[in-house]
């Protein structure tokens, strides 16, 4: 078998040589793409699949990839080593498993046993020497996030080359001088109002998820999957843009100067907005705002007119573009009996777990108790490894995400909308210097 | 009387026929016969494409919205452009009918009534998309407030969509009434041109009993006009409450005061664009050059003029204000359109609707048909783009860039919007088949009573009797 | 009763004639033309209608009832939280006002004039002259009583052009 070592640093681009594989290879990349073609700038060193075309950069393949065709490399068949680890026979010399991956049913990738070596305990992964080799084919690869530039080209000298403050970042440093000072300029914005503020509240439900302690590890996007039901569309329809997901998590990327990328992972999910821009142009009145600060989605009123989700700013609304199936009664077991099942035609998303409020509510009701904090728990808050989300009643002084939010890192995105969210975040503290803002893209 | 008929004496005569049983004679001509092969022709056509149309739709009201392109960041696209783009073309008919009306624009007269049948098919084909674009098409009703047994729930009369939904079917019923008000005398006279069998027995009872009583005209004459007064402000209002669609929401690119009468002109000028297609087409095939003369194209090419330039400003001005606003979303948007992903849209509705009608400055061109239509046609498609570009642009990259996304129309869609087309070419073509297309009596009453042989000029002048001095006409 | 017909060729004719005849005394039952001859209802002494007070009064009653509807659904029936906005949304509530208001003034309108003017579907139009919707302008005169001279009406309508003339026996005017 030809060798080539793959390690980092490697550019590929020159050294493809004969030989089917399949697996994934490490890649860098280099350069900022056109603000107005989609340009990946992540220079994440994780395991993606390569294209074709390894001179151009990771951004314009996943580009062509999404919803078009993409240049991804698909390997046909496996060749294990050649000392294959016991048991091997001929017939399988030819690959492990060698059916390609295939769509809808069946098994779906395959199995890279011979590649890996038990040594003393552990498992490494990293033993063989591949090779790599268009396959001729090309393969369209679903994502959920697209990369673009923020910015556009600075010389253009106009407000839209400014980076949208989306994400705020601070360093130590700063924060402690900002603590020092109880200085939040900056974090103030202009609240103009039309009309007097006179909607009161009984509890007001919101959130605040700490992006310093966010990982991105997605278990709240998982975790909310499962407990409102939220149906799994596939690939075909998440390439058309069509994931149901109500929580995502949004990656933004900065250049660090030297060589390597910091990456903000923010949550976004339904901010609950006091003004909800959705809310106003429902004509059914199939999304209202409760006396508890909830922005509620009544699923079966709603027409599916899709006012809602195109007057959101945060684009978090998820409609429902076809009967998703739940017909097979074995995986319907898996359903939340709280939650409804949404029919085809019908918007949905994150109800800040209305269903666990009122169980919450109900109990405390039942035992004659008062509310307390932390006796209601989101299913993205309970399932945070770093319990960087904080559910609670903005109305109440007392609670855990009531100090969170008087606190010197709190911010809302796109506040200056004055659309009064729900849901804050803490910024991002740094060791570094911040940088500065025309570097940053996500 | 003496000064209206020494004013059209003045005036060169817009029609040029000899007398009023003429007048009778052409227009009721293409109605009692057999219809011509290049009818059958049209008719056949549109038909087919109607019901391509009606299969992809029916497919999609069974399958779901899925089967557009639409995803999670762009909600609307084909839907909503091409319900705007049928509404403003409503517009101009309504334009034509009652504003020139009160404006006194004796030409209008040869165009009103095939203008108006164009409002109130495009109305027709416009409202099916509000419709068919809901994810639950059979609850459309809840729109409506009626009282229930849900508390009673009643509807958000915040939305720009419930406004939507009064001013198009008060459009559309303040039309309906508009046109066959003023058709019930022509039906009158095609029913006594009539043999016996269901075409009269229908025409009787369409024509409520009409036999030209003066007691009658006269009251005529006045809910005439006050249809015509209500209906020039549902023109500005129904079109802006349209524009509110968008204005009033909070996306950069749509969020825009300049809308309303931005909108409102783009209307005028695709409505009038499309008035001036069929009034060429049916000119030429329904042989009523002497209707619809070239002057009658002249006029309505310099308002395609007029509004194209409205809407050339507005363009102008809604880059000069994102320009000017420092608001970095609002600029970007504006990059976006005539730079990103969708610019070929951008660009195709600059030329279509700034620098076609352009050529409509030269009385040549204004003259010749040829060059009007296919001016004409270049405006209808870029008006069309022009609906797209906003909705599509502004939606597909707004505030968080996590979530912008492509659009690409599927043959669903592009079944849906042909099928609209055909909608309103077979409407129109059955319209043509047996209504009168030109307002007979109305074009009768402009040009008075010419002597055989003459072209609008009385024979004789009337009798100046002492009596006739005092009486206004 | 007995009634005399005139028919002409011309508008001009047709208006004089009227204006002539209201001016010697006699009795004009109807005049019949194919197109609205501005002028005529002044010949004809014709009240003038009263259906702009209709159009007005029906219109000014649909606002009003509507803009009521929609501050009680709103602010009262069931007061709802719709993105913070305040109960009484007035401007809001204006664009369908408005609309309203036009959609019962027309249809007011247009149902009032078919009622007024006699207008209904089962109705048989009953022609005085068969050109009458197609170029011909007819002048219906009743005979009133024995004074009524034919000749000297005949006569007076020959003066404006009259091309034919006719008695006529009928039982209500058309």
């Not at chain 1, 000298?157 to 001088?177: F, K």
């Not at chain 1, 009122?358 to 989101?378: V, Y």
């Not at chain 2, 006269?218 to 669609?245: K, M």
Request: hydrophobic residues 45%; proline residues 6%; aromatic residues 10%.
């Amino acid at each position: 078998m030809p060798e080539h070592r793959v390690d980092g640093g490697d550019e590929l681009t020159d050294q493809i040589q004969e030989g089917p594989l399949r697996g994934w290879v490490r890649v860098d990349r280099q350069g900022p793409s056109h603000p107005f073609q989609e340009g990946l700038e992540l220079r994440d060193p994780i395991w993606k699949p390569i294209g074709e075309r390894l001179e151009r950069t990771w951004g314009w393949i996943e580009e062509r990839a999404q919803g078009r065709r993409g240049t991804a490399c698909l390997v046909e068949q496996l060749e294990p080593p050649v000392g294959d680890h016991g048991g091997q026979s001929a017939s399988k010399r030819g690959g492990i498993d060698a059916q390609p991956a295939t769509e809808g049913d069946g098994p779906v990738g395959v199995s890279v046993a011979p590649f890996l070596e038990l040594t003393e305990g552990t498992m490494r992964y990293t033993t063989r020497v591949v090779t790599i080799a268009a396959a001729g084919r090309t393969r369209p690869l679903a994502a959920t996030q697209r990369h673009h530039a923020i910015t556009a080209s600075p010389r253009l000298g106009l407000a839209a080359t400014v980076a949208r403050p989306i994400v705020r970042e601070t360093t130590v440093a700063a924060l402690a001088a900002e603590g020092a000072s109880r200085d939040r300029s900056g974090h103030e914005p202009i609240r103009p109002d039309l009309w007097p503020d006179d909607h009161p509240y009984a509890h007001r439900w919101g959130l605040v998820i700490d992006l310093n302690a966010c990982t991105g590890c997605s278990a709240c996007v998982i975790a909310c999957q499962a407990e409102n039901n939220i149906p799994v569309v596939g690939r075909d329809e998440v390439r058309r843009a069509r994931e149901m997901h109500w929580m995502r998590i949004d990656r933004y990327f900065s250049d660090t100067g030297d060589g390597s990328v910091d990456v903000v992972h923010q949550p976004m999910l339904c901010q609950h907005c006091a003004h909800a821009p959705c809310e106003t142009v429902c004509p059914v009145l199939a999304t209202v705002h409760s006396a508890e600060g909830l922005n509620e989605q009544v699923y079966n009123r709603c027409v599916g007119t899709r006012y809602c989700a195109n007057n959101c700013p945060y684009k978090v609304r998820r409609f429902n573009w076809f009967t998703y199936r739940h017909d097979d009664v074995r995986a319907n077991l898996v359903l939340n009996p709280d939650v409804t099942v949404r029919s085809r035609g019908v918007m949905e998303k994150c109800s800040l777990c209305v269903q666990r409020v009122q169980e919450a509510k109900a109990e405390a009701r039942r035992l004659g108790e008062p509310l307390r904090d932390g006796d209601i728990t989101t299913a993205c808050e309970q399932s945070c490894p770093a319990r960087a989300i904080v559910f609670g009643d903005l109305a109440d002084a007392s609670s855990r995400a009531t100090k969170l939010a008087a606190g010197g890192r709190h911010f809302r995105v796109l506040e200056e909308l004055n659309v009064r969210p729900g849901v804050g975040y803490l910024s991002v503290v740094r060791h570094r210097p911040a940088q500065g803002d025309d570097k940053r893209h996500g | 009387m003496v000064e209206r008929v020494a004013a059209a004496a003045r005036e060169a005569p817009w029609v040029e026929v000899d007398s009023l049983s003429q007048v009778t004679e052409d227009i009721c001509r293409p109605i009692g016969g057999r219809p011509t092969v290049l009818w059958w022709v049209g008719f056949l056509l549109a038909l087919s494409v109607l019901g391509v149309g009606t299969a992809a739709i029916g497919y999609q009201i069974a399958t779901g919205i899925g089967t557009w392109g639409l995803n999670r960041t762009v909600g609307w696209a084909f839907d909503i452009t091409n319900f705007v783009f049928w509404i403003g073309i409503g517009h101009a008919g309504t334009l034509i009918s009652a504003i020139l009306f009160l404006l006194r624009q004796r030409w209008r007269t040869s165009v009103n009534r095939a203008a108006e049948a164009m409002t109130l098919f495009a109305v027709m084909c416009a409202g099916l998309f509000p419709l068919i674009h809901m994810g639950r098409p059979w609850l459309a009703f809840w729109m409506f407030p009626y009282p229930n047994t849900r508390g009673s729930l009643w509807i958000n009369f915040r939305s720009p969509l419930v406004w939507d939904f009064f001013a198009i079917s008060t459009y559309f019923t303040i039309s309906l009434m508009f046109w066959y008000v003023g058709l019930i005398p022509d039906l009158a006279t095609v029913r006594d041109r009539a043999r016996a069998g269901l075409g009269k027995r229908l025409l009787s009872w369409f024509s409520l009993g009409w036999n030209g009583s003066y007691r009658v005209w006269q009251r005529y004459e006045i809910v005439y006009l006050l249809l015509a007064g209500l209906a020039t402000p549902l023109v500005v209002s129904v079109h802006t409450i349209v524009s509110w669609d968008f204005a009033t929401s909070v996306i950069p690119g749509w969020h825009a005061t300049i809308f309303p009468p931005y909108f409102v002109a783009g209307a005028i000028f695709s409505g009038m664009a499309m008035v001036l297609t069929l009034m060429i087409i049916a000119r030429a095939t329904m042989r009523l050059e002497r209707y619809i003369t070239r002057r009658h194209v002249d006029v309505m090419s310099k308002l395609v003029i007029a509004t194209g330039g409205m809407v050339a400003l507005a363009y102008g001005t809604e880059f000069f204000m994102a320009l000017y606003s420092a608001n970095q979303y609002e600029q970007f948007v504006f990059m976006n359109r005539a730079l990103g992903p969708f610019s070929w849209a951008y660009w195709t509705m600059v030329s279509c609707n700034v620098i076609a009608p352009q050529l409509l400055w030269f009385t040549r061109v204004r003259r010749h048909l040829g060059a009007v239509f296919a001016v004409s046609i270049f405006v209808n498609i870029g008006m069309w783009f022009e609906r797209f570009t906003i909705i599509v642009t502004s939606l597909h990259r707004d505030y968080l860039p996590s979530s912008w996304a492509d659009y690409a129309p599927t043959s669903i869609e592009v079944a849906t919007l042909a099928g609209s087309v055909g909608l309103f070419f077979t409407c129109f073509l059955i319209f043509c088949r047996f209504i009168p297309v030109i307002a007979m009596s109305e074009v009768k009453g402009v040009i008075g009573t010419p002597s055989a042989g003459a072209t609008g000029q009385p024979e004789r002048p009337p009798e100046r009797l002492p009596a006739l001095a005092g009486m206004e006409a | 009763m007995r009634t005399l017909v005139g028919v002409f060729e011309r508008e001009e004719d047709i208006l004089q004639a009227t204006d002539a005849a209201r001016r010697s005394g006699l009795t004009i039952l109807d005049v019949y033309t194919p197109y609205a001859v501005h002028g005529l209802d002044r010949a004809m002494a014709l009240q003038p209608s009263r259906l702009p007070w209709v159009c007005f009064l029906l219109g000014l009653f649909g606002a009003t009832a509507k803009v009521w509807f929609e501050y009680w659904t709103t602010a009262s029936s069931w007061a709802i939280d719709v993105g913070g906005k305040p109960w009484n949304s007035l401007p809001a509530f204006v664009p369908v006002t408005f609309e309203v208001m036009v959609l019962f003034a027309g249809v007011s309108t247009v149902i009032a004039f078919f009622l007024v003017a006699g207008l209904r579907p089962w109705r048989k139009a009953v022609l005085v002259h068969p050109r009458v919707t197609d170029d011909r302008f007819v002048l219906l005169l009743e005979q009133t009583d024995a004074a009524f001279d034919v000749t000297q009406v005949s006569r007076l309508l020959e003066r404006h052009h009259v091309v034919h003339i006719e008695e006529r026996e009928m039982q209500e005017v058309p």
